[in-house]
């Protein structure tokens, strides 16, 4: 099981932390990434990274606000997400699978944690 946490309203140029709790499984040896849903549209990649940690990779919309992280030892994985725009309210996912930006090569999901930015 997959639990983000950490959305909320902000306003443009703010910053905050989402975070994925992983339960009742290991999610260490799984590539682990964020996918967001705006209303209206397709699920889109936002990052993911490695079962490791080395690896990391980045859709172009967020490359240099948002920064993946994990902590395999606690089982979570956390999206830093600064100089946020209000392109980027959206329902965030997390998901555990493949290092790749298609969702369809993720096995598992998280239920979303809702991101809403104010301009």
């Known amino acids: 099981q997959l639990v983000e946490s950490g959305g909320g309203l902000v306003q443009a140029g703010d910053s905050l932390r989402l975070s994925c709790a992983a339960s009742?499984?290991?999610?260490?040896?799984?590539?682990m990434g964020w996918f967001r849903q705006a209303p209206g549209k397709e699920r889109e990649f936002v990052a993911t990274i490695s079962w490791s940690g080395a690896n990391t990779y980045y859709a172009d919309s967020v490359k240099g606000r948002f920064t993946i992280s994990r902590d395999n030892a606690k089982n979570t994985v956390f999206l830093q997400m600064n100089s946020l725009k209000p392109e980027d309210t959206a329902v965030y996912y997390c998901?555990?699978?493949?290092?790749?930006?298609?969702?369809?090569?993720?096995?598992?999901w998280g239920q979303g944690t809702q991101v809403t930015v104010s301009s």
């Open positions: 009742g499984h290991s999610f260490s040896s799984y590539a």
């Open positions: 998901a555990a699978g493949a290092f790749i930006n298609q969702a369809r090569e993720y096995l598992y």
